[in-house]
């Protein structure tokens, strides 16, 4: 395990050292000790940097890693993006502060995304931070997103977009903003064998133009209900352009009128 510090943080052969065995970061019961993903960093000093870490029960938590840009720290080649850790921190001055202090991290899994798959996954590091708030934690949306994750790094691209989908729908059922998927939003009916859409100001709405026949959005409301990404992942793969458009516009709604920056690079970078 490795030491936020930075001085005594390598084991003989240049391995983590660890600290108690490893067993408290083991534990995700307790305050200060869960598994996480890196989501972002910036600077803090010359040798220290602010992490927005993604955690399973305890939401976003922002700590500061001392000494993680010294080059000798292992923690460097640890607190990257799209690697599993283990982790454990403590208050900076109070049980409520905003900024914790990094104690241990250690990697338990996963890796850097090749090539597009980069980018795909630093859009869902980007919805993370802009829809979710601090300290609430959503175990389903990370496991969710450890799940999304391996996918994205798959040649064929159909899968890694159905993916993309089914965490967003995720995404908008556990920020509390996705309506019923099995009856029509203003009236309260169920859903029948017609086509349906979802619209931002209207939720879901009979549309026969650019719709989702009916039953595809009662299979994806029980498979949400069941927390069954597979499943939903599956039934995404079949309706992948009328998805993409309606996600995006219900996020965009909830977003606000700053645009997603990894969005606007997709769009650039075939121009390029």
Request: with cysteine.
């Amino acid at each position: 395990m490795q030491e936020g510090g930075g001085g005594d943080d390598t084991a003989p052969g240049g391995r983590p050292a660890r600290a108690g065995g490893g067993r408290a970061a083991r534990r995700t019961t307790r305050p200060g000790v869960d598994v996480a993903y890196v989501l972002h960093h910036h600077d803090w000093s010359e040798s220290s940097l602010i992490l927005d870490l993604f955690t399973r029960e305890h939401g976003r938590v922002a700590v500061a890693a001392k000494g993680a840009k010294r080059p000798y720290s292992q923690l460097r080649s640890v607190l990257v993006p799209f690697q599993r850790l283990n982790v454990a921190w403590s208050a900076k001055r109070a049980e409520n502060a905003e900024i914790h202090t990094l104690r241990t991290a250690e990697w338990a899994g996963g890796g850097l995304l090749p090539g597009a798959a980069l980018l795909a996954g630093f859009y869902l590091n980007e919805l993370l931070i802009r829809l979710l708030p601090r300290q609430d934690a959503h175990p389903l949306l990370f496991d969710a997103y450890a799940a999304t994750l391996p996918v994205l790094a798959q040649p064929d691209g159909t899968p890694a977009q159905a993916a993309l989908r089914a965490f967003e729908l995720v995404l908008l059922r556990e920020h509390g903003v996705l309506p019923a998927l099995d009856v029509v939003t203003q009236t309260q009916q169920p859903v029948g064998e017609g086509s349906y859409a979802l619209r931002p100001e209207i939720g879901l709405t009979p549309d026969a133009a650019s719709g989702v026949p009916g039953p595809w959005w009662r299979s994806a409301q029980a498979a949400l209900d069941a927390g069954d990404l597979p499943r939903l992942q599956s039934l995404c793969a079949l309706a992948l352009t009328e998805l993409k458009a309606q996600l995006r516009g219900l996020l965009h709604y909830h977003l606000g009128p700053s645009p997603l920056r990894t969005r606007q690079l997709m769009i650039d970078l075939p121009r390029a």
